[in-house]
């Protein structure tokens, strides 16, 4: 059931024009695996700040070396 509506909630996203989505939410971060048929494009917060939060961290060791 749950993924029965994501996938309605995605469709109306895409027609209504949308190109790119932010999930904010760590609850739907999982849903975006059952969207790959979609033309949108997901951006995890969670994923993006995980990331950004490991390079910064490198960055800071490699300066102090």
Do not use: N
Not at 25 to 52: N, R, W, Y
Request: hydrophobic fraction near 45%.
């Amino acid at each position: 059931q749950v993924h029965d509506l994501w996938q309605e909630i995605v469709a109306e996203m895409s027609r209504l024009g949308a190109q790119q989505v932010i999930i904010a939410c760590t609850d739907l971060s999982p849903l975006v695996k059952i969207s790959d048929g979609s033309s949108l494009h997901f951006i995890d917060s969670m994923a993006a700040l995980a990331t950004e939060t490991v390079t910064e961290y490198l960055r800071q060791v490699e300066g102090q070396s």
